[in-house]
């Protein structure tokens, strides 16, 4: 905190000046684009059902619509990060918004299954530089003890797209058509892109920030200038190379591999698996979202807490993602039980931890190579998104081949476990790797 003089009387009296709050501005913006984010991708599972009977799509047609996205969006994170650190976070992120929000709405206008499928394949493309730029802009704009917290806030955003507008995109699916879900999502994320491109600065360059906020970001390991290395496809090998960055892939895989079952198959299993009845399933649905929302918010919290209170930065970053994961893997014990409400409880704990697991962004921004903070957020949601065509996949498998979902469960419930492991045993000491020259 700076001081200056100001004249009070006839006398020159010092004045303190406080650090501006700009990097709270920053993360409002990133709080709705990620919920934008979310809307967008998940708004065709809600009107499936119109779209199954619009255009004739049997079952299979339409799993191959729902996984379109995360092919290409899981491929596309690799390139997307380095395309991130190449142009900067307010260019891609906002040339990212517009194009993924011009094929939501352009699949309003699909009369056929290669256009729809089509409109998926972009939006996963379209969509891939997000999460890096999210991971990129907190470690650009916040010190470390506050970058937990604005992880938390951001990721926040993505169960507020699936949880508290899904009755909205519902009502206006039953109110108008299916059509007019895509055209309102598309059409939000562009207007969006208004406000991304008039208030999103690097820190440097932003109007209403003050030298003591730089100092603040910048004494907290703030990336407030961003880097001017030029990067090379080789520099993706060297990511690999790390065991502490292997050992957040591993885990940030587990992580991820709990959200996708309730992204994919956690309405059909309450329904086929716990008779439940299908009116009911709605609401129940998104329950574990609200819960997961809670439980990421009081994740971040908890973890700068603790770092304010000269709790160690391995300790602080480590605890609430392991202890997410190791909570996470009760969820086996909706297998021994057939309790609605019982298993409900059970299912919202294991999201609630999910939530408070998925901090674990915080601990790549506190490793990730300066000169690569992008393309190393990369290639850590390509190995979360592999979850998204793996862990669906699997749990089909195992309940075609035995004709129940507790296989299923159970893989889900030791993914979480294998994933709290590597945070303990591979991961080792949270400390940004310095490469080599």
């Known amino acids: 905190m700076k001081v200056h003089s100001e004249l009070k009387g006839n006398e020159l009296q010092p004045a303190y000046v406080k650090p501006t709050k700009a990097r709270f501005g920053i993360l409002i913006l990133l709080f709705f684009i990620t919920a934008i984010n979310y809307i967008d991708r998940a708004s065709v599972s809600i009107v499936a059902p119109a779209i199954q009977s619009s255009l004739q799509l049997n079952p299979a047609l339409l799993g191959l619509i729902f996984s379109a996205f995360s092919w290409t969006y899981t491929a596309m994170q690799i390139p997307g990060g380095f395309i991130l650190d190449k142009f900067g976070s307010k260019v891609t992120y906002g040339i990212s918004l517009v194009t993924w929000s011009?094929?939501?709405g352009l699949q309003a206008f699909a009369n056929s299954f290669a256009f729809l499928f089509g409109c998926r394949l972009f939006i996963g493309i379209t969509e891939s530089p997000a999460f890096p730029a999210n991971n990129r802009i907190v470690t650009t704009w916040f010190p470390r003890r506050e970058r937990a917290f604005a992880t938390g806030?951001?990721?926040?955003?993505?169960?507020?797209?699936?949880?508290?507008?899904?009755?909205l995109l519902f009502w206006i699916m039953t109110t108008f058509d299916w059509r007019t879900v895509f055209i309102t999502a598309g059409a939000l994320g562009i207007i969006f892109a208004f406000f991304w491109y008039k208030?999103?600065?690097?820190?440097?360059?932003?109007?209403?920030?003050n030298e003591d906020e730089l100092e603040l970001i910048r004494q907290g390991?703030?990336?407030?200038?961003?880097?001017?290395?030029?990067l090379k496809w080789a520099d993706f090998a060297a990511l690999l190379?790390?065991?502490?960055?292997?050992?957040?892939?591993?885990?940030?895989?587990?992580?991820?591999?709990?959200?996708?079952?309730?992204?994919?198959?956690?309405?059909?299993?309450?329904?086929?698996?716990?008779?439940?009845?299908?009116?009911?399933?709605?609401?129940?649905?998104?329950?574990?979202?609200?819960?997961?929302?809670?439980?990421?918010?009081?994740?971040?919290?908890?973890?700068?807490w603790l770092l304010k209170k000269g709790v160690s930065v391995n300790v602080a970053?480590?605890?609430?993602?392991?202890?997410?994961?190791?909570?996470?893997?009760?969820?086996?014990?909706?297998?021994f039980t057939t309790n609605i409400p019982l298993v409900?409880?059970?299912?919202?704990?294991?999201?609630?931890?999910?939530?408070?697991?998925?901090?674990s962004w915080t601990m790549l921004s506190e490793v990730a190579p300066r000169e690569m903070v992008g393309l190393a957020g990369g290639v850590f949601n390509f190995f979360a998104n592999l979850a998204g065509i793996i862990t669906p996949l699997i749990i089909g498998f195992i309940v075609s081949a035995t004709g129940s979902y507790n296989g299923g469960i159970l893989f889900v419930s030791l993914v979480a476990l294998g994933g709290a492991l590597s945070y303990i045993f591979i991961v080792g000491k949270i400390e940004r790797i310095q490469l080599k020259p």
């Open 102 to 104: 011009i094929f939501t």
């Open 153 to 167: 806030v951001y990721t926040a955003g993505e169960y507020v797209g699936l949880a508290f507008a899904t009755p």
């Open 199 to 209: 208030y999103y600065h690097e820190p440097k360059e932003h109007p209403k920030i």
């Open 221 to 230: 390991d703030g990336l407030t200038v961003a880097s001017q290395e030029k």
């Open 241 to 304: 190379k790390y065991r502490k960055l292997i050992g957040l892939y591993i885990g940030q895989f587990s992580v991820a591999s709990t959200l996708f079952f309730f992204l994919t198959w956690f309405p059909t299993y309450l329904a086929e698996a716990k008779n439940m009845a299908f009116l009911k399933v709605g609401f129940a649905a998104s329950l574990p979202y609200i819960a997961a929302f809670f439980g990421v918010l009081f994740g971040g919290y908890v973890s700068d």
């Open 317 to 335: 970053r480590k605890l609430p993602v392991v202890v997410g994961l190791l909570m996470t893997s009760t969820i086996v014990l909706a297998n």
């Open 344 to 359: 409900l409880t059970i299912l919202s704990i294991a999201s609630f931890a999910q939530g408070l697991s998925n901090i």
